[in-house]
C-alpha cells in the first residue's frame, strides 16, 4: 500500500516551453501533497504544499507564477513548469500523507521523481 | 524555523560493520523525526519514525533509531550492514503541519 506514482519519469523539453508533472496516490486519498526539488548530490527542498480544493502554499523564494500547482482530487496533483528555462532543469519529487490522520504526524510517500531537462 | 544537520556526508564501511548516522535538528517544540532511504536509482523510502512513546525506535531491514530530546538528536543505527544497504540516508523533522525539512543526506558505500 501507500504507493504513489510519477508521470513523466523523465523530460526534456526546449526553452520557453511549458512542462507538466502528475503526480498521483494510487491506493489512498491524500488531502495534501508537497512537491520538492532536488538538485544534484543535494537535499530535498520543499517547493510548496498542494491541498485538494485550495490554492497551493507555497515555500518563500519558489515563483508562484512559474511554478504552478493544481490538486483537483485527492488522488492527483499536478506542477506545471511554465516557460521552463535551463536553470530550472532539476529533479522534481511528490510526495503524500494519507488523508484523516492527526495533524503533524502524516507519514509522506514519495513518488520516484521526475527528472526535467530543459534545453 | 526548523532544520537538520546530518554531519555525515560520506560513509564507507565494511560488510557486517557497524553503522551510526548522525542526525541533529533545531526546533524549539515537539518534533516528529524521520529517516528515509533512497537507493540508487530508486524513490525515498520511509525506514522508520518517531512521534512519541519509547524513543528507542526499530524500523524495517534492521535499522533503528534513538530520539534524545536532550541532545536534539536522532541517530540512526544497524549492527550489521550488508551490501544491499549501499544507498543515500535522509533524515527529516517535522515541526509543525505536515512540513518535512530534510538533511543534506549521508551517502554509505557498504564494501564487500
Known amino acids: 500500500g501507500a504507493v504513489v506514482s510519477q508521470h513523466p519519469s523523465w523530460v526534456i523539453c526546449k526553452s520557453g516551453t511549458s512542462v507538466k508533472i502528475e503526480c498521483r496516490s494510487l491506493?489512498?486519498?491524500?488531502?495534501?501533497m508537497f512537491w520538492y526539488r532536488q538538485f544534484p548530490k543535494q537535499s530535498l527542498m520543499l517547493m510548496a504544499t498542494?491541498?485538494?480544493?485550495?490554492?497551493?502554499?507555497?515555500e518563500q523564494g519558489v515563483e508562484k507564477d512559474k511554478f504552478l500547482i493544481n490538486h483537483a482530487s485527492l488522488t492527483l496533483s499536478t506542477l506545471t513548469v511554465t516557460s521552463a528555462h535551463p536553470e530550472d532543469s532539476s529533479f522534481y519529487i511528490c510526495?503524500?500523507?494519507?488523508?484523516?490522520?492527526?495533524?503533524?504526524?502524516?507519514?509522506?510517500?514519495f513518488g520516484p521523481g521526475t527528472r526535467l531537462t530543459v534545453l | 524555523a526548523q532544520s537538520v544537520s546530518q554531519h555525515n556526508h560520506h560513509v564507507i564501511l565494511s560488510e557486517a560493520a557497524s553503522l551510526e548516522l548522525g542526525c541533529n535538528y533545531s526546533y524549539g517544540g515537539t518534533v516528529n523525526l524521520f529517516w528515509y532511504v533512497q537507493y540508487p536509482g530508486q524513490h525515498l523510502q520511509l525506514l522508520l519514525k518517531y512521534f512519541s512513546g519509547d524513543p528507542l525506535v526499530k524500523g524495517i531491514k534492521g535499522f533503528e533509531a534513538e530520539f534524545i530530546k536532550s541532545k536534539f538528536s536522532f541517530n540512526l543505527r544497524k549492527p550489521s550492514v550488508q551490501w544491499s544497504d549501499t544507498a543515500e540516508y535522509f533524515c527529516?523533522?517535522?515541526?509543525?503541519?505536515?512540513?518535512?525539512?530534510f538533511g543534506t543526506g549521508t551517502q554509505l558505500k557498504v564494501e564487500l
Open positions: 510526495s503524500a500523507g494519507e488523508s484523516g490522520r492527526a495533524w503533524g504526524t502524516d507519514t509522506q510517500y
Open positions: 527529516a523533522v517535522n515541526g509543525g503541519g505536515n512540513k518535512l525539512t
Open positions: 491506493d489512498f486519498q491524500a488531502t495534501t
Open positions: 498542494s491541498n485538494e480544493g485550495s490554492k497551493a502554499t507555497y
